[in-house]
């Protein structure tokens, strides 16, 4: 079995971006920048937040967090917001979820400027992506998508099941695939037998939140296997698929944590410089 090691591909793709954020500055002068918005002071936003600015500089990227206390009123998140979009220096903006809950989320996705939105949740870049244009991808599964095709180049017929249709994972996972020719199945909470689906997938990516959902006799033989969940349980963090089962059919899975985590903050600094390149084409 292959176990796929997301942090060494996000390190890969680290040292890919270095160069090329290095070949940017040399043609236009100026380098990509990323602006973060951080609300409050929940701690697992801190941690994120804290690893994206190390990541961004460490690829040389311009960083910046610009932080408020949970009191903040929405306006003045939506005036910040505006201003970063008519900011040259600023490529992306992403605004660190969760807000807290006098803050309207919607407003503040469609507040960015579809240009500059990092995170790809802007109705604008949803819409492009599901038609199959160019447009800002959400970094997990943008993640996801390249962790797949390092191991199975060609996904042309593959048959792919997507457990859980969130707006975040599963939903631009099942556009990501479709674009490659997979027959893509989307399964939720409501679906009629889940195993049964699962079974008839030569790629699953199981993105639901509950811990080792999906088990070793759930997977055929030689599947690709994408855990998407962090789960935290008495025994550590674990994901969405019971690793030590279905380590015995996968022909290679992602570990939890050191699978799809890593990839995820790397594609969010691939995003920022393809916002770039756009606006500077
Ligand atoms: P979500 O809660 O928004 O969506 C979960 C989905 O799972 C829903 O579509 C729901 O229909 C489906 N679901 C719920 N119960 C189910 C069941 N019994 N059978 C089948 N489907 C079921 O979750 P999300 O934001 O997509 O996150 C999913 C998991 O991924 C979480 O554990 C989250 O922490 C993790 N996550 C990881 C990363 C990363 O970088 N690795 C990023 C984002 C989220």
Redesign the pocket.
Known sequence: MILIDGKKAAADLREELKKEVLSLKDKFNKVPGLTVILIGDLAPSQIYVRNKEKSATEVGLKSEVIRYSDSVEESEVLKKIDELNNDDSVSGILVQLPLPKHIDKQKVIEAIMPEKDVDGFHPMNVGNLSSGYESSIPC?PL?CYLLIKKIEPNLNGKKAVI????N???KPMTQLLLKENCTVTI?????ND?KGECLKGDIIVA????PE?VKGDWVKKDAIVID????KTENGLVG?VAFDEVSKVAKALTPVPGG??PM?IACLLKNTIECFKRANK
């Open positions: 997990t993640g457990v859980g249709r969130s975040l994972n599963g399964t939720h909470s409501k679906t889940l993105a639901v939140g509950i959902l998407v969940g962090i789960n969405d799809v985590g995820t």
